[in-house]
């Protein structure tokens, strides 16, 4: 198959709307300015933190919270083909948050036909984490993956992969489920972007799951919590963690790493930030919740709230952070590098076939023919 042009490929929607315009009006973002920015607005936090932490609730000794930044929420819109998708890092609320560049929470209904098919990507590391129903995965080195709930794909895009993501429904209609997850964009250093694809999968009985506390409990898919690590990425890394608080008053305090960016996504249910929950907002699912960076913050405190009833919806939350990057960030579309040249340079190596796409002359998913 000859390549097609880069406007006509079969992206997600949000991809062509972003590739419509000329290549002089490339979207230009500077992550060392970003990180300038947060920290300031962070500072107007640090006294709240501060006086939480010390208020006798939550954390223990030596336990300093951190606190809510900026709360966005995620609305739901139609995306890629016949999928339904809440995004809240990368929409126009928060468009910088390094090293991090979209955040998606995904839903596919059963019995109809979409998906993302075969599209491209440059410099980013995507993260895939199934929560409900099943997804197939493709892409040009071979990889052929089928993702179940609670199953984690870790894909490093580098200098270059073209991949497929769909949906895969029970034939029996009495067991087939809507296809949802999440999908996190993880910037790649400057120094990092041009290396060899990889891929790699995580089945949900491989992942280690914790119960550090009576009504909590931590899925590690990367980092560490209470003693127990996940599988660890070097290379476009960071912690990514899922809590699931059980009941009412459930809490717990996860340690951070100090000076990393940390935001918190709610699935389901309600939650409060902060070490004194009597003064700390509460925030409803499909929020996605900036947390302060501030110097001794080391960890935040994580609460269901008293107020809600055992018969509510459990209170389930991602949790992830990352070193942010002093680098400048020029996106178009899937490929993410640091300078408008490059960003051209992606394009037309693309198209043609080469440093990187060279696979993707002829090469067509079977997943992709099948929607």
């Known amino acids: 198959m000859v390549l097609s042009p880069l406007r006509n490929i079969n992206f997600r929607k949000s991809v062509i709307l972003r590739t419509t315009f000329p290549i002089k009006r490339y979207r230009s973002r500077t992550s060392s300015t970003t990180i300038k920015q947060i920290r300031q607005i962070m500072s ?24 809510v930044m900026k709360s966005v929420y995620a609305y739901e819109v139609s995306e890629g083909v016949g999928a339904r998708v809440r995004r809240s890092i990368g929409s126009p609320e928060l468009r910088n948050l390094t090293p991090f560049l979209m955040l998606d929470h995904f839903r596919l209904e059963k019995g109809k036909a979409g998906g993302f098919p075969d599209h491209p ?9 199934m929560m409900s ?21 870790w894909m490093v895009a580098g200098k270059g992969i073209v991949h497929a993501e769909m949906p895969y ?52 898919i990367s980092g560490e919590s209470h003693g127990i690590k996940g599988f660890v990425r070097p ?3 960071c912690w990514y963690l899922n809590f699931r608080l059980q009941k009412p008053g459930a809490s717990v305090f996860q340690p951070l790493p100090e000076g990393w960016t940390a935001f918190v996504y709610i699935i389901s249910g309600k939650l409060q930030v902060g070490s ?20 001794g913050e080391n960890g935040v405190t994580l609460t269901r709230p008293e107020s809600s009833s055992t018969e509510e919806e459990e209170t389930r939350f991602v949790l992830v952070a990352g070193e942010p990057l002093d680098q400048k960030v020029v ?11 490059q ?3 992606a394009v037309t190596d693309f198209r043609m076939g080469r440093n990187g796409f060279e696979r993707a002359v002829g090469w067509e998913s079977e997943i992709g023919k099948a929607r």
């Open 44 to 67: 107007t936090s640090a006294g709240e933190a501060k006086a939480t932490a010390t208020a006798g609730f939550g954390p223990g000794v030596g336990e300093t919270s951190r606190a």
């Open 121 to 129: 990507h440059r410099g980013q590391s995507t993260i895939t984490y």
């Open 133 to 153: 129903g099943m997804s197939h995965h493709q892409d040009f080195l071979g990889n052929h993956g089928l993702l179940e709930p609670g199953d984690v794909q």
């Open 169 to 220: 429904f029970d034939p029996d209609p009495t067991k087939a489920e809507d296809a949802a997850g999440l999908q996190l964009w993880v910037d790649l250093p400057q120094n990092q972007k041009f290396i060899d694809p990889t891929y790699q999968e995580r089945k949900a009985k491989e992942i280690p799951t914790i119960r550090p506390k009576e009504g909590v409990e931590v899925t590690v």
């Open 235 to 237: 290379v476009g890394g």
């Open 276 to 295: 004194d929950p009597a003064t700390a907002a509460i925030h409803d699912k499909y929020h996605t919740l900036v947390l302060t960076c501030q110097p």
């Open 331 to 341: 996106q178009y579309g899937p490929f993410v590098v640091n300078t408008q040249r």
């Open 343 to 345: 960003a051209m340079e």
